[in-house]
Structure formats: structure tokens, C-alpha cells
């Protein structure tokens, strides 16, 4: 089997590349794998340094948007797995128009590259934050919740996934997706809650929390994440929509106490900022669907995979210089 995995040198891509190689996805074993990325600020190739010299690994440099590169990169490919994407929302409110351009365009581009050189299955990861906002005592959302993205990230990857389920109705390319929830873990680049705050607080500077810090997530340790998407890609029908979530619904105010007991701090450490524009209030998925159908059961306990990743970043420090 020959996979494409775009983005395999960011967060979430680079740690399904790993897995991979380490034969940890059955339907998977012993797959060439093709990492495509850009290496922009969050996209590393060191992330991938423990399996680039495996022979069943091979990297190539280059933009999703780039036409002759995808429709080089993707002949004789039986499996696409698109992680790739801008994905910060505080970046898409200063400026938009790199969201549109990767995560809308790029699609396009992959899609017609997979069209074109008849690929046997399209994995495309998008987010719980198509779906919107949800009320502090609303259903959990299921796979049928129709779409209402808030940031220019979240409409971004909602027209995403718009395009690549138009791509399997008008042309029959055998497309999933898979939407997760907030995913952490080792390696994310500090801009995003859990690293931003741990790197933080382990250089001895106050964290930012906003507004009154209630804003609750569902948070995915990226291993369960990874994992949802490989039994996607091994045994999920065409044209179906997946959640992927980790049944831990957090407000960012417990979030941050509890990374704050994790390194012995107090309060005395967050400083309360001005609230995001348009700061979605709460994300929760039903994630019965890819439990019943595929057998995806959350396995990371989050006080465990919490410790964990709080205890990488203490063994990292300095990794992104002073980014954080």
C-alpha cells in the first residue's frame, strides 16, 4: 500500500506517521508512506526524525496548492490521508486569506490530483468547530448537525469538507472524513492552550485566559485522534462522516488549574484577557458512530495523557525558541 499523508510533519500528522511505522494501525502495516509538507512555523521535519530513515518513509517538501507537484506526488497511491491545513483560529481572525488559500484551495487541489490519478480512498481530517457553537446544556453533536462554523478557520474547513463530499457525489471518489475534537499531546507547536500554557509557565510567565474562562472543549489526546483516523482509513465507507472525540468536556478555566497543580502553581500565574472575537461557548460530538461501526474507543485517560505531555514539555524546553 502506498499513503499519502499531507501535513505529516505537523502535530497530528507527524504522530500518525509515527505510528505507522511502528505497525500500530493494522489495516496500515508495512505501507510506503509519502509525507507532503510545506514546513511552515508548525510543520517540523524533526518531528518526523525517528522514521525518516526507514526505508518505508519518504519526505517530500511542497504546497498542497501546488497543481503539477500533487498530480506528480499522488499517481499509483491507494490511500490519501489530508491533515495538512492552517488550524489556529486566534491567526485566522488576524488574517484569513492563508486559511482559504490551504485549507479551501488545497483541498480542491488534492482532490482533483486523487480524481485524476484514481486513488483508492480519501481521508480528509477536519474539526468539531464546522459544526459551531453549542449551548452549555445542548445534545452533543452528531454527524448529521448541520454545519455553522463561526471563525474564518472553522468556515475555512467547513467548506472543506463541503468540497470533498461534493467530490464523491459528482465524481464517486471514495472519500471519509473524520472531524475531531481539541487534540494535545507531545510536539504541538506553543500556540494552541495546553503547549502555549505549559511553555509558558515553565519560562516563568503569566498565561493568558479569556474572558471568564467557561468556554468548555472536549479534549483528544493525539494517539486516540491518530487512531480514530487510521480505522477511518481502513474500514470507513465511502462518502461518511466520522467524529472523533475524547469525552472529556473541560471549561478552560479547569483546564488551566489543573496544568497549573501539574507544575505546582497558583492562580497568581493567569492573567484574565479580553475574550476572543466570536468565541465559540462549548464543542461536544456524539461519537457513537465510529465506536459502533469501526470499534474507537478512547484509550488515553486525560489526567494521564495530561501528565504526560506537560512532562514532554518539561523535557523540551526551548524546542520552538522563543515562540512561545
Not at 505497525?23 to 508495512?30: D, M
Not at 483528544?220 to 472525540?245: K, T
Not at 493567569?270 to 465506536?291: F, L, T
Amino acid at each position: 500500500m502506498r499513503i499519502i499523508v499531507t501535513g505529516g510533519a505537523g502535530f497530528i500528522g507527524s504522530h500518525f506517521v509515527r505510528q505507522a511505522v511502528q505497525n500500530q494501525y493494522p489495516a496500515l502495516a508495512g505501507a510506503e508512506l509519502v509525507v507532503v509538507d510545506k514546513l511552515t512555523y508548525a510543520g517540523r521535519k524533526e518531528n518526523l526524525a525517528p522514521v525518516l530513515a526507514d526505508p518505508r518513509v519518504r519526505f517530500v517538501q511542497g504546497d498542497i496548492c501546488d497543481t503539477e507537484l500533487m498530480r506528480d506526488v499522488l499517481r499509483n497511491t491507494d490511500l490519501v490521508v489530508h491533515f495538512a491545513a492552517e488550524s489556529h483560529v486566534d491567526r485566522s481572525i488576524s488574517g484569513a486569506a492563508e486559511f482559504v488559500r490551504t485549507n479551501v484551495l488545497g483541498t480542491q487541489t488534492l482532490l482533483s490530483a486523487a480524481l485524476e490519478a484514481e486513488v483508492g480512498k480519501f481521508v480528509h481530517v477536519s474539526t468539531d468547530e464546522v459544526y459551531g457553537s453549542l449551548d452549555a446544556d445542548g445534545t452533543p453533536w452528531t454527524e448529521e448537525e448541520p454545519l455553522s462554523p463561526n471563525s474564518p478557520y472553522a468556515a475555512s474547513k467547513a467548506s472543506a469538507d463541503l468540497l470533498v463530499l461534493a467530490f464523491h457525489r459528482t465524481h464517486g471518489l471514495p472519500v471519509c472524513l473524520t472531524r475531531g475534537s481539541n487534540t494535545y499531546g507531545p510536539y504541538q507547536y506553543p500556540e494552541k492552550i495546553i503547549p502555549l500554557f505549559v511553555s509558558r509557565l515553565l519560562a516563568g510567565r503569566k498565561v493568558p485566559l479569556y474572558g471568564d474562562g467557561a468556554n468548555v472543549r472536549d479534549w483528544l489526546h493525539v494517539d486516540d485522534h491518530c487512531h480514530g483516523v487510521a480505522l477511518v482509513a481502513g474500514g470507513g465507507e465511502p462518502g461518511e462522516i466520522y467524529n472523533v472525540g475524547g469525552g472529556t468536556e473541560l471549561t478552560n478555566r479547569e483546564l488551566t488549574g489543573r496544568l497549573l497543580d501539574l507544575l505546582g502553581l497558583d492562580e497568581s500565574m493567569v492573567e484574565r484577557v479580553a475574550d476572543r472575537k466570536g468565541h465559540d461557548r462549548r464543542y461536544a460530538m456524539d461519537i457513537s458512530k465510529i465506536s459502533g461501526a469501526l470499534g474507537y474507543k478512547p484509550a488515553v485517560p486525560f489526567d494521564e495523557g495530561l501528565a504526560a505531555t506537560v512532562d514532554w514539555y518539561r523535557r523540551h524546553q526551548g524546542l520552538w525558541g522563543e515562540d512561545a
